[in-house]
């Protein structure tokens, strides 16, 4: 699987791709958006990940350009811009993803391999259901019940990792790396306060309760079985 990377700030951009590298992808960087735009058009790849703010042409005329040749490479924006208007942009113009700056990289692995898999295919679950509860990914809101519920940054990406997985069991392992982008370490409690919190906004005033944890093996998001 071929990557391109578009992205001048040297450190992040070779941070990517060392990672991506070791991860298996055969990755090629351009610092610069007329390269990065030329590669595109040129190369055969299967993602291509874009800063925005990039000398020459930026990540909006970058992927522009790659959609008026009619190439449907599949696109992650990856951007310190966090407005939601810059995300609608991004996804209006045939961005399949959009990852803030800082990231982890464990999230972001997950993504590219999740954008691979679907291939050339739009991304359509930027809004996530579990009975009433609702999460809308691209402008960052959570409600239940029409209620709206304010999240803290983790517990966002904790609600957001159940809700894709939905009824998945996930090890305390995989939520450490996802969520806080760290080895897990059973001495600590921070992913069990973190459900609970969560817990506590989503699931204690409300039925029927979605989280649910698994003893000896981790957490789950599910609609209980209708009798």
């Known amino acids: 699987m071929r ?8 450190k992040t951009g070779d941070y990517l791709k060392q990672g991506l590298t070791e ?5 090629d960087l351009a610092r610069e958006g007329i390269d990065g ?11 291509a990940i874009l800063d925005v703010m990039l000398p020459g042409i930026d990540g909006w005329g970058i992927l522009a350009g790659i959609r008026r040749a009619g ?3 599949p696109v992650m924006f990856l951007t310190a811009r966090d407005a939601v208007d810059d995300r609608v ?14 990231f982890a990289f464990a999230e972001l692995l997950a993504r ?23 999460l809308d990914v691209l402008r ?5 019940g029409g209620k709206r519920i304010d999240l803290t940054a983790k517990e966002f990406a904790l609600l957001e990792l159940l809700l894709r997985r939905q009824g998945e069991v996930l090890p305390r392992s995989l939520i450490a790396s996802q969520v806080w982008d760290m080895n897990f370490d059973s001495d600590t409690n921070v992913i069990e306060v973190a459900v609970r919190r969560l817990r506590a906004k989503v699931d204690d005033d409300f039925q029927p309760h979605l989280i ?13 079985a209708c009798d």
């Open 71 to 73: 190439k449907h490479l």
């Open 212 to 224: 649910r944890t698994v003893r000896g093996m981790g957490y789950v998001l599910e609609q209980p």
């Open 112 to 134: 590219v391999r999740t954008l691979l898999r679907r291939g050339g295919q739009p991304a359509t679950d930027t809004t996530l259901h579990a009975a009433d509860l609702e």
């Open 89 to 102: 942009k991004g996804l209006e113009l045939g961005a399949d993803d959009y990852l803030l700056k800082p």
């Open 3 to 10: 990557i391109l990377i578009v992205e001048d700030e040297r």
């Open 23 to 27: 991860a298996g992808f055969q990755v």
């Open 140 to 144: 960052r809101r959570a409600s239940r």
């Open 37 to 47: 735009l030329h590669f595109a058009l040129t190369e055969d790849y299967d993602l």
